[in-house]
């Protein structure tokens, strides 16, 4: 479709289109955005540093659910079917139904989880700012 999404410091999640070089839509989300979003099967998610992960339509910009976790989310999500993935400055990796943003399971670190989980064929793989990599099936 030619957009591309980008979050921004002013807490806005921006839809912009390439060819035309105008912006679509925004959402305001209330909080700085710090990482980047993930844009798939018509949905962008993202999370901000207010700990909320949203899931916007990509075409319109309107909000389809937003899940509180309670600290900075400055972890890009992942996905691998319907389960969205990623962790908090709690040292907390999130999986959601990515469908409606419902947590299907948490698991606690020992430290800030500021990366994108890496998702594998059978395993999920989490890395944190305790020196240690996760393992997750």
Same mark, same amino acid.
């Given at each position: ?45 993202? #999370? *901000?540093?207010? /700990?909320?992960?949203?899931? +916007? =339509? &990509?075409? @319109? !910009?309107?909000?389809? $659910?937003?899940?509180? %976790? ?16 990623? #962790? *908090?400055?709690? /040292?907390?990796?999130?999986? +959601? =139904? &990515?469908? @409606? !943003?419902?947590?299907? $399971?948490?698991?606690? %670190? ?28």
């Amino acid at each position: 479709d030619g957009n591309v999404y980008c979050g921004s410091w002013d807490g806005k999640l921006y839809c912009a289109n390439i060819r035309n070089q105008a912006i679509i839509w925004r959402y305001n989300s209330g909080g700085s955005i710090e990482s980047s979003p993930l844009v798939v099967n018509g949905k962008v998610y993202f #999370g *901000n540093i207010r /700990g909320e992960m949203t899931a +916007l =339509d &990509a075409k @319109t !910009g309107t909000v389809l $659910w937003k899940t509180p %976790t309670g600290q900075t989310i400055a972890s890009a999500p992942s996905i691998r079917g319907n389960q969205l993935f990623f #962790g *908090n400055n709690n /040292g907390v990796i999130h999986a +959601l =139904d &990515a469908s @409606t !943003g419902q947590i299907q $399971w948490t698991i606690k %670190t020992k430290g800030l989880v500021t990366t994108a989980p890496v998702v594998g064929k059978d395993m999920l793989f989490v890395t944190g700012l305790d020196s240690q990599v996760y393992a997750i099936r």
